[in-house]
């Protein structure tokens, strides 16, 4: 069983950053992709960005150059830099690992005003 657990979303000017956490326990390894998704209100969940069993990094176009997604597997966590924030990356954050099957957190709202 993998439990997955997102922190630090939060309410941010345009153009300021966040830095979101997804802490993993269970049958977690390092060689599991793991990624982020995100959902707006009305709009279905999409992809942002996607860490690889060989390290590969993926992202959204929109995302490129600002966002950064990295692991510390010591410490079973995964994080999301998130600079030069934009209104329209408002959403629902969510993490989510592959091991046995696809597992999810709970989500995170970020929030991105104008």
């Known amino acids: 069983q993998v439990q997955l657990v997102e922190s630090g979303g939060g309410y941010v000017q345009a153009g300021g950053s966040l830095r979101l956490s997804c802490a993993a326990s269970g049958s977690i390894f390092s060689h599991n992709p793991m990624g982020w998704y995100r959902q707006a209100p009305g709009s279905q969940r999409e992809l942002v960005a996607h860490?690889?069993?060989?390290?590969?990094?993926i992202y959204r176009d929109s995302v490129k150059g600002r966002f950064t997604i990295s692991r510390d597997n010591a410490k079973n966590t995964m994080f999301l830099q998130m600079n030069s924030l934009k209104p329209e990356d408002t959403a629902v954050y969510y993490c989510w690992a592959v091991a046995s099957r696809v597992y999810w957190g709970q989500g995170t709202q970020v929030t991105v005003s104008s």
């Open positions: 860490i690889t069993s060989g390290d590969n990094t």
